[in-house]
């Protein structure tokens, strides 16, 4: 592809609202809440519903502070190029690599548990076999159009959505009128008889955090799709809006339900709440059913990491940061290369997670957590930049505003560096306070042994971002 073409590359509009609406909806739940979520409550008990709530109303916060910007401006880099705006190229740098790095690691987790799932039916068949089968389709419906992408989010997160719904509504049936338990009422008692409603105190809480605030990774992607969307300002404000009440009731009130017909202490030790709860009321293959929606919550992560990571690495290329070829589009309007290079990544990664012990793999993970904090700080420190850049009467004509900024937005940020501080207090997962940081230093490194410090990083208004 010739330089004309590099420069004059342009993403496809080819996402609609419906599919933002889903998709900010699937990013927000993921494997975690139907599997993971035991040990969290096993920390904290029921009072672990607080944690949810509460950072969810920060990640609410954040996810206003993205939409103030990319409704302004509507880029497909989002966070890494509003960073490199108002914090400098080198925190754009970072943000970006940073970004690609934390998914291509997550992906690795996802596309591997694709292989565990598939065991459920095929025991005899090899992991690698469907991980590798994972990997090809996935990025075959990322180089088809963007319109493929957010059709097969679209259905995933459907899935999702509608197996939350199912259990809550089950639920609710079995505590109030005694569905599937013999017409007697299960009732809420459970929530306080075993310890109380706080059975650890508030360090139980504290301790749950890191994992709760980890859950939510993945909800700031709806602004990585701003250049892709057909109608930034309705389809963005829209899907941001409803984050804050989306984790209310999927989160919250599944776990509302779960901890009230189940003690929370036996809660993980007899297989998924969301199995027994399906069971309890006499669907036999409750185990099959659910096995089948953790299986599309791994595709999904692995379907949206593949699309951000290689929107990413075409932010970075057009900004000569990462290889030229990367910043080209398709004639479908898809940056290829990007998304043949983070597959490529991803292809290692499945063959590494085979080679390198597990506790090595935990490691390299820890990365993606800190660096999921490292993102959600740069999003409140731009968006607090780009607010002291515009003039009285610029900030009265914005389309979309943070709620009570400032406050809002330094609040957040002190909630991120106190979950920072749990980290390094917490023995489990101190190591992400030390690798994630080095990760950071590294990046640094790269900055200016490659000489970017010394080129103009900042550019003019591009044709992406006007249109």
Not at 73 to 80: L, Q
Not at 170 to 186: K, R
């Amino acid at each position: 592809m010739n330089g004309q073409q590099q420069q004059g590359a342009e993403l496809q509009r080819g996402l609609e609202e419906r599919h933002i609406a889903l998709m900010s909806l699937g990013a927000a739940i993921g494997v975690g809440l139907f599997l993971g979520s035991a040990t969290a409550i096993k920390m904290a008990g029921p009072g672990i519903l607080l944690g949810y709530a509460f950072s969810g109303m920060i990640m609410f916060f954040i996810m206003r502070a993205l939409g103030e910007m990319a409704i302004e401006k509507p880029v497909a880099g989002s966070f890494s190029t509003y960073a490199r705006d108002y914090l400098g190229p080198l925190a754009g740098f970072i943000t970006g690599w940073n970004y690609w790095f934390l998914w291509i690691v997550t992906c690795m987790a996802e596309i591997t548990a694709v292989g565990i799932y598939m065991e459920y039916w095929f025991p005899d068949t090899p992991r690698w076999v469907w991980a590798l089968a994972a990997l090809i389709i996935m990025s075959t419906v990322n180089l088809i159009a963007v319109k493929a992408y957010g059709e097969l989010e679209f259905w995933f997160a459907l899935i999702k959505v509608i197996t939350i719904i199912a259990m809550i509504v089950v639920g609710a049936g079995m505590i109030m009128f005694g569905i599937g338990n013999g017409g007697i009422a299960t009732g809420i008692s459970n929530l306080w008889n075993h310890g109380g409603f706080l059975p650890n105190g508030v360090k139980g809480i504290l301790s749950s955090l890191q994992m709760v605030m980890f859950a939510y990774l993945g909800i700031e992607m709806i602004g990585i799709t701003a250049g892709e969307v057909k109608n930034p300002q309705k389809s963005l404000s829209r899907a941001i809006d409803t984050v804050f009440w989306r984790i209310l009731l999927f989160y919250v009130g599944a776990l509302f339900v779960i901890m009230s017909i189940y003690p929370w202490a036996e809660i993980g030790t007899k297989g998924s709440p969301f199995v027994l709860t399906f069971e309890q009321i006499g669907i036999k293959r409750a185990a099959g059913i659910i096995n089948f929606v953790v299986l599309t919550a791994a595709l999904s992560s692995c379907n949206s990491g593949i699309f951000s990571t290689a929107r990413m690495l075409f932010n970075l290329a057009e900004h000569g940061e990462a290889p030229k070829r990367f910043g080209t589009v398709t004639k479908n309007g898809i940056p290829g290369f990007a998304v043949f290079a983070s597959a490529a990544a991803l292809l290692v990664g499945v063959l590494l997670n085979y080679i390198v012990p597990a506790k090595v793999f935990t490691w390299v993970t820890s990365i993606a957590t800190f660096g999921a904090i490292w993102t959600w700080g740069v999003i409140l420190l731009s968006q607090i930049r780009y607010r002291k850049s515009l003039t009285v009467e610029s900030v009265k004509n914005l389309k979309y505003k943070m709620p009570l900024f400032p406050f809002t937005s330094y609040l957040s940020l002190a909630f991120l560096g106190f979950v920072v501080c749990l980290m390094g207090y917490n023995q489990d997962t101190r190591i992400a306070v030390v690798v994630g940081p080095l990760w950071l230093l590294l990046l640094v490194a790269i900055y200016y042994r490659k000489g970017f410090h010394k080129r103009e990083q900042r550019k003019p208004t591009t044709k992406q971002e006007a249109s």
